[in-house]
Nanobody, 123 residues
Framework: QLQLVESGGGLVQPGGSLRLSCAASGSTLARYAIGWFRQAPGKEREGVSSISSNSETTYYADSVRGRFTISRDNAKNTAYLQMNSLKPEDTAVYYC????????????????WGQGTQVTVSS
């Protein structure tokens, strides 16, 4: 049973950066595509980025393209989301999720979810 744990969230000023990590246990992350999602209060969960199991395919939401970068280190069983030029509208709980191999931005396709990490962008 794959388990995911996010870390790296926190409070940052507008224009700042954070790097989120998604550490996997219970199975090898190399078999899974990873997605990052976020949910702000009163809003639906939205896809932020996803990466296929072999890193050949990545997707980004229009709102984060050019500012966020998804990556993974299968040897460390960990995926990352580097977030630069953060804006107040990026404030949300960020979740990582996994499904076998194929990347997608559809949260309904994902089998495994972490507990989330809070990101707050505020001056």
């Amino acid at each position: 049973q794959l388990q995911l744990v996010e870390s790296g969230g926190g409070l940052v000023q507008p224009g700042g950066s954070l790097r989120l990590s998604c550490a996997a246990s219970g199975s090898t992350l190399a078999r899974y595509a990873i997605g990052w999602f976020r949910q702000a209060p009163g809003k639906e969960r939205e896809g932020v980025s996803s990466i296929s199991s072999n890193s050949e395919t990545t997707y980004y939401a229009d709102s984060v393209r050019g500012r966020f970068t998804i990556s993974r280190d299968n040897a460390k069983n960990t995926a990352y989301l580097q977030m630069n030029s953060l804006k107040p509208e990026d404030t949300a709980v960020y979740y990582c999720a996994a499904l076998p191999h194929i990347a997608t931005m559809n949260p309904l396709m994902y089998d495994y979810w972490g507990q989330g990490t809070q990101v707050t962008v505020s001056s």
